[in-house]
């Protein structure tokens, strides 16, 4: 039975065998009694993404309570839901991410904890998942963006729609209408300067 720690775009947590490319947290969310979720989806405003894999360090998913892993189909996946880059197991990728951030929302030496505090702001709202108008056209967002139509997720890769499910992307059917922007607008204008998202094979297959 699989574990309820997989991250969708719209920053839900549901169970799935899908494990996805990277890790992450949002401080303690589990009985580790139970490797149940409490009620409450983040314990912290700090939202990270971490690899999977680093120093050979093994953990038990949810079996401590240092924190709760999550899993994430990719980086684009983790960057809707609200998530940024882990500053001590992806330093290079986190510092990337703040030059990008500081050159795109035009600040400087910002601090993991002032970005962690305008994400909790831009990513929730009355403890859900926050929407925002398109600042552009679909096609006109930066690789990695991605935004909601209805029921479902896309990706923005080159101009181009993609359909996100937990296994993977594919193409999507028909014009997206409608649509809400799920990545937050600071860490959107971080991909317009230039930072690149990892993202899942199936989306240049």
């Not at 949002?26 to 939202?47: C, E, F, M, Y």
């Not at 050979?56 to 994430?72: A, C, D, P, Y």
């Not at 991410?97 to 970005?115: H, P, Y």
Request: proline share 7%; net charge positive.
């Amino acid at each position: 039975m699989p574990l309820q720690n997989r991250v969708t775009p719209t920053g839900d947590i549901i169970a799935t065998p899908h494990r996805g490319m990277f890790t992450g947290n949002r401080g303690i969310i589990h009985d580790p009694a139970t490797k149940t979720l409490l009620k409450k989806r983040w314990s912290s405003p700090t939202w990270i993404t971490c690899v999977c894999e680093f120093r050979g360090w093994r953990r038990k998913v949810m079996g401590g309570r240092s924190w709760t892993e999550l899993f994430f189909l990719d980086e684009a996946t983790a960057f809707a839901a609200g998530h940024r880059p882990c500053f001590f197991c992806r330093r290079d990728d986190a510092n990337r991410f703040r030059a990008a951030w500081e050159a795109g929302n035009g600040v400087a030496d910002i601090r993991a904890r002032e970005m962690d505090s305008v994400l909790h702001r831009e990513r929730l709202e009355r403890g859900k998942k926050r929407l925002h108008p398109l600042p552009m056209p679909v096609a006109q967002l930066p690789d990695g963006a991605m935004v909601q139509a209805g029921a479902e997720s896309f990706l923005i890769l080159q101009g181009k729609t993609l359909q996100w499910s937990m296994g993977g992307y594919r193409k999507a059917d028909g014009r997206i209408d409608d649509a809400m922007l799920l990545t937050p607008p600071p860490t959107l204008r971080a991909l317009r300067a230039g930072y690149r998202p990892v993202l899942h094979p199936s989306a240049t297959e």
